[in-house]
């Protein structure tokens, strides 16, 4: 670290004839202010600020080396995390906390722009419209469609708070009316965008569910309760599982091991909060590391609360009631933040397998009810490891339902003869052996044996294992 930062803290706390003691008071510990004046610890940026108030200085005297346009953008970058992340106050704290020369570099609009978010955040919904009002007029004076979106975003917002739905609606429309020449220009990053232009829609269908608009008086009273908003806007505390899951046996140490480790590990939120901490920590000695995490945490963030929109969206579009609800909105957030769903689909489509093995039909068939649901939000482009699940799970659909639909059966022998000719060289062997098992079973219970030795010899050829390559000998 830089050491001047503390030297400096250190130079005017003797002065004032402060102990550490003193000047850390309610905010930090003796320790911490004696680590970060020796250089041993960075010190957040709102400690910072803190030590300055309590010395009576400006923050300017405390950084006096750092790039005051560097430690502007850097700020932003970090006050709009800490919006998106429901921490307004401490945006507004450290958008307004910078020297004295950060105002004297380029257009302040983007500043502008965050401060007046983190305002409305806190509910100074005045203060941030006599900013956002010009914002958004200059905005589309100047055929800005980033600027002009957050700008109509943020006074919906507003509007809202104070009652005004009508205006609220008209704003939301036309910030939603941009959202088309912003992915394609990728003036704001495309999982921020969907997440932004996601909770606007959930909100116009709280509030204008069938798009009547408000040309006639609005039917609610002044006084009367404001419509709710369903869409959280900040990250809430994670919720308690809904069951435990079962406990490693004693006789697998690996298992138990890496069960504890699992429970420890950190969601994707908590992973987002320490970034955005460490770019805290490197604001004033850093400003370009301390944008570059703010930057990684803002991007994790908006990936968590898109995958929460997307959830909350397919709910609204008609899920079953009670437990379905949760599953489907589970089912949605993981599909939308899982990095491989496919290996997971195979190992589902393998507990399938071996329920129909076991004759727990039932089971089975609710599962496997389950997992074409999943499989079938995957996209086209997907791995290896889903397109052999999909593969699995066909096989496996007709497996159950020539186990509970006998009048079936022969349309059935015919399908799964068509799939085995038709297997792809990329479906796995076993996949490929358990398709002639199945073959040989079913046609010899309709008495067809010629054909079914045929996939005996067939089954017999898969089962032999490669030989293997002789190496080349000079």
């Known amino acids: 670290m830089d050491v001047s930062i503390g030297e400096a803290i250190r130079t005017l706390r003797t002065a004032r004839g402060l102990s550490p003691t ?24 709102p400690l910072l600020i803190r030590v300055a108030d ?22 932003i970058r970090v006050a709009q995390y800490d919006v998106a992340a429901g921490h307004p106050h401490r945006a507004r704290d450290i958008l307004t906390h910078l020297p004295e020369a950060s105002f ?3 257009s302040l609009s983007e500043y502008r722009l965050t401060l007046a978010r983190a305002l409305r955040g806190l509910g100074a919904d005045e203060e941030a419209v006599a900013l956002l009002a010009p914002l958004a007029e200059a905005a589309q004076n100047a055929d800005d469609p980033r600027m002009a979106f957050y700008a109509l975003r ?16 008209r704003l939301w429309k036309d910030a939603l009316a941009r959202v088309d020449a912003l992915a394609s220009t990728h003036a704001i990053p495309s999982h921020e965008l969907h997440a932004l232009a996601l909770e606007l829609y959930l909100h116009l269908d709280d509030l204008d569910p069938h798009a009547e608009g408000f040309d006639v008086p609005w039917r609610r009273t002044s006084f009367a309760p404001q419509p709710r908003l369903r869409a959280e806007f900040a990250p809430a505390p994670a919720p308690a599982p809904v069951s435990k899951p079962p406990k490693a046996p004693r006789e697998r140490p690996y298992l138990a091991a890496a069960e504890q480790l699992s429970a420890s590990a950190p969601a994707l939120f908590a992973v987002a909060e320490g970034l955005a901490a460490d770019a805290l920590r490197h604001l004033a000695v850093d400003p370009a590391r301390a944008r570059a995490l703010a930057e990684q945490a803002t991007a994790l963030l908006f990936v968590g609360r898109l995958s929460e929109a997307h959830a909350a ?18 089912q949605d957030a ?25 004759g727990e039909l039932e089971r089975a068939a609710m599962l496997l009810e389950m997992a074409q649901a999943i499989a079938a939000e995957l996209p086209e482009s997907e791995d290896l490891a889903a397109r052999r699940a999909r593969l699995k799970l066909t096989l496996l659909e007709m497996e159950a339902a020539y186990a509970k639909r006998p009048r079936e059966r022969t349309s059935l022998r015919k399908q799964l003869i068509a799939y085995e000719q038709s297997f792809p060289d990329w479906g796995e062997a076993s996949l490929h052996r358990r398709t002639c098992q199945n073959l040989i079973r079913w046609l010899a219970e309709a008495r067809e044996f ?25």
């Open 22 to 45: 003193e000047l850390a008071g309610e905010t930090a510990s003796p320790d911490e202010i004696d680590d970060i004046e020796s250089g041993r610890a960075l010190a957040p940026y």
């Open 54 to 75: 309590l010395l009576g200085e400006p923050i300017d005297k405390l950084l006096a080396d750092v790039d005051p346009l560097a430690l502007l953008q850097a700020t």
């Open 104 to 106: 004297h570099t380029r």
């Open 154 to 169: 943020e006074l919906g917002f507003a509007e809202c708070d104070r009652g005004n739905v009508p205006a609220a609606v």
């Open 313 to 330: 969206l397919h709910l609204r579009l008609g899920a079953a009631p009670g437990a379905g609800r949760l599953f489907t909105r589970l």
């Open 334 to 358: 993981y599909l939308m933040t899982a990095v491989s769903p496919g290996c997971d689909l195979a190992a589902f489509a393998d507990e399938i397998a071996s329920l129909l093995d076991e």
């Open 450 to 474: 010629d054909l079914a030795l045929r996939y005996i010899q067939k089954l017999d050829e898969l089962m032999r294992e490669p030989r293997p390559p002789v190496p080349f000998v000079f």
